[in-house]
């Protein structure tokens, strides 16, 4: 957990809006860290009751889709940082493989730590190699990984993007 809280300091800290699934665990840690570093956090929640929010989610998003809520929070994110995680976080990372940048941070166990052995070349989900799978070892590499695959607010391309076309 406390990889997740370093986490979304970090993105607080270099004024990135925090994205999550709004519950408890790695979500709520990366979401205190954000908040406490005077952040805004918004949380997309697979129920209907905005108080099942953790409480350091500023904006509560209600859906009803349950587990399909996955797509909204990869969709609603520039870049994607897997921490930890079970098979909601497996399928997060499987949604954001199409066309987000993704980095994992190895070393919080779960998914996080296994993505790598079962990786295509290390580093894709498909034999075609549609996207790149990029692994930090702290949550400052990941944070600043992230932060420079991600669009940027003036081009909305990010600086790999730009730096290939």
Not at 97 to 122: C, F, M, N, Q
């Amino acid at each position: 957990m406390r990889a997740g809280e370093e986490v979304g300091k970090l993105l607080a800290e270099r004024g990135a809006v925090v994205v999550t699934g709004g519950l408890s665990g790695v979500m709520e840690a990366v979401s205190r860290g954000a908040k406490n570093a005077g952040g805004l956090v918004i949380g997309i929640l697979p129920g209907l009751d905005k108080r099942d929010a953790n409480a350091y989610v500023d904006v509560a998003i209600t859906t009803g889709m349950g587990w399909m809520r996955n797509t909204l929070v990869v969709r609603a994110a520039d870049a994607v940082i897997m921490i930890s995680g079970g098979i909601g976080t497996l399928n997060e990372l499987t949604v954001a493989y199409e066309d987000k940048p993704t980095v994992v941070l190895e070393g919080t166990g779960g998914w996080s730590d296994r993505i790598r052995d079962i990786a295509y070349e290390g580093k894709h989900l498909d034999e075609a190699g549609i996207n790149e799978i990029r692994f930090a070892k702290t949550p400052a590499e990941a944070v600043d990984i992230a932060l420079s695959l991600a669009p940027s607010a003036e081009t909305g391309k990010s600086a790999e993007r730009e730096f290939r076309t």
